[in-house]
């Protein structure tokens, strides 16, 4: 399984991004993918996760800013990033699983099997 995530770069305070990650030998049908974020010193977060029925989960940091989605026929995983703050500056990695998540564990880095090496978000004026 590869993750391959694309997307980051910097932007000013209130700009937009729209991260990628094409995921390759890997079957989505009853798993859960998802986004986590990660500064130097801090542990990964979750972002936001999404399962193969489409049911999402989001921290409550990005509620109403972020949205994650997915395109099965492109093997492709989302999170498009709007009204971005310089809190939101990080390395951002796609994430796998091997089975559907609750979606008390959506966002737990402990349940995911596979990552992509990350890609940059700079937030900053």
């Known amino acids: 399984v590869q993750l391959v995530e694309s997307g980051g770069g910097s932007v000013q305070p209130g700009g937009s991004l729209k991260l990628s990650c094409v995921a390759s030998?890997?079957?989505?049908?009853?798993?859960?993918m998802g986004w986590f974020r990660q500064v130097p010193g801090k542990e990964r977060e979750g972002v936001a996760a999404?399962?193969?029925?489409?049911?999402?989960s989001y921290a409550d940091s990005v509620k109403g800013r972020f949205t994650v989605s997915q395109d099965n026929a492109k093997n492709t995983l989302y999170l498009q990033m709007n009204n971005l703050k310089p809190e939101d500056t990080a390395l951002y990695y796609c994430?796998?699983?091997?089975?559907?998540?609750?979606?008390?564990?959506?966002?737990?880095?402990?349940?995911?099997?596979?990552w992509g090496q990350g890609t940059q978000v700079t937030v900053s004026s």
């Open positions: 994430a796998a699983t091997l089975e559907r998540l609750g979606s008390w564990f959506r966002l737990s880095s402990d349940e995911y099997n596979y």
């Open positions: 030998g890997y079957s989505y049908s009853n798993k859960c």
């Open positions: 999404i399962d193969s029925d489409g049911g999402t």
